[in-house]
């Protein structure tokens, strides 16, 4: 079963504008992280910003902030303020904290083009 | 240095072949971890270290495939008798072994079997 979800391959957001990134994820366990990555065409992912399961507040980090929803098993990607930069894909990640299984399940990903 | 190595940066091999791709995680990061990644595509996990103990290998595609970490740093991805579906991007990231704390990538090792 499909663990993280991300529903839409390719955006497109106008330069100063802001957009959200859409993550849904499944997971039976009741303590978990998601994180945010972002790949440059370059090759290297570059860790965003953290949820935890217990966590009270939406994470944010800078431009970046994350729309959780717990109820909703969802955890969206806002970027404020997109910058020609933040073109990359955007990967949505989940850590599983109970049981023995330490590796990060990721999603297919988003490609994120912001517009002059 | 301060960030995860990785190199190659690229490898070319010929079917049959074996290559050797490493990793040199940032230091003092316990938990070092192996995934794959298919062109347009989410890194897939291929295996996880803590310290020199492969703990879990559930990810590797095939007997073919072989990871080490012998001193509890560097690690070395091993695949021998290379075939064309293995091309693809090798990631490796590594960690401290508290939760919460994110897994930093290397830049990867791009492989292509000709």
């Known amino acids: 079963a499909q663990k993280i979800t991300q529903t839409q391959p390719g955006m497109f957001v106008q330069e100063k504008e802001a957009v959200t990134l859409d993550c849904t994820y499944d997971?039976?366990?009741?303590?978990?992280?998601l994180f945010w990555y972002k790949q440059p065409s370059s090759g290297e992912m570059i860790f965003l910003i953290y949820?935890?399961?217990?966590?009270?507040q939406n994470a944010t980090e800078g431009r970046y902030s994350l729309n959780f929803q717990k109820a909703r098993k969802s955890a969206n990607l806002v970027i404020s303020a997109s910058q020609l930069g933040d073109s990359a894909m955007y990967f949505c990640?989940?850590?599983?904290?109970?049981?023995?299984?330490?590796?990060?399940?990721f999603g297919s990903g988003t490609q994120l083009t912001v517009l002059p | 240095g301060a960030g995860v190595s990785q190199s190659p940066r690229y490898k070319v091999a010929k079917r049959g072949q074996d290559v050797a791709l490493r990793c040199d995680p940032i230091?003092?990061?316990?938990?070092l971890f192996w995934y794959q990644q298919a062109l347009g595509q989410g890194p897939e996990f291929l295996t996880y270290?803590?310290?020199?103990?492969?703990?879990?290998k559930s990810g590797l595609p095939s007997d073919r495939f072989f990871a080490e970490r012998p001193e509890g740093s560097v690690s070395t991805l091993k695949i021998q008798r290379t075939q064309q579906e293995d091309s693809a991007v090798y990631l490796c990231?590594?960690?401290?072994?508290?939760?919460?704390?994110?897994?930093?990538f290397g830049d990867g090792t791009r492989l292509s079997i000709l």
């Open positions: 990231a590594s960690s401290l072994l508290i939760s919460n704390q994110p897994q930093h």
């Open positions: 997971t039976s366990d009741p303590s978990y992280g």
């Open positions: 949820q935890g399961s217990y966590d009270q």
């Open positions: 990640a989940m850590r599983e904290h109970s049981g023995s299984a330490r590796q990060l399940t």
């Open positions: 230091s003092g990061h316990v938990s």
């Open positions: 270290f803590q310290n020199e103990a492969q703990l879990d």
